[in-house]
């Protein structure tokens, strides 16, 4: 599984669709970790947020807010590989 993600945040980001962005949040779920995207219309910028929340590492949460839903959710994917699979 932490193969998808490293392929995906390994790519140049205009190479990653949003599909395979989805696919990771899927990788996410199988972890047992949890993940959110948020669409908020009411803010001036940054209008994408993107939270994962780990419980199995004392519910540590990642949460990243962006203009670019794409940007947003790659920051996001970096750190959890990071804290996920790096830190073992």
């Known amino acids: 599984m932490k193969e998808i993600l490293r392929e ?11 599909e395979a962005l989805m696919n990771c949040f899927e990788v996410i779920k199988d972890n047992g970790d949890i993940g959110l995207i948020k669409f908020d219309g009411l803010r ?5 947020t993107v ?8 519910n ?5 807010d962006d203009s670019s839903l794409k940007n947003a959710v790659i920051k996001v994917l970096v750190k959890y590989y990071k804290l996920k699979y790096d830190s073992n």
């Open 51 to 58: 939270v994962v929340t780990i419980p199995s590492l004392d």
């Open 60 to 64: 540590t949460h990642i949460r990243m």
């Open 44 to 48: 001036e910028s940054s209008h994408y």
């Open 8 to 18: 995906i945040i390994d790519k140049p980001i205009e190479m990653v669709t949003l």
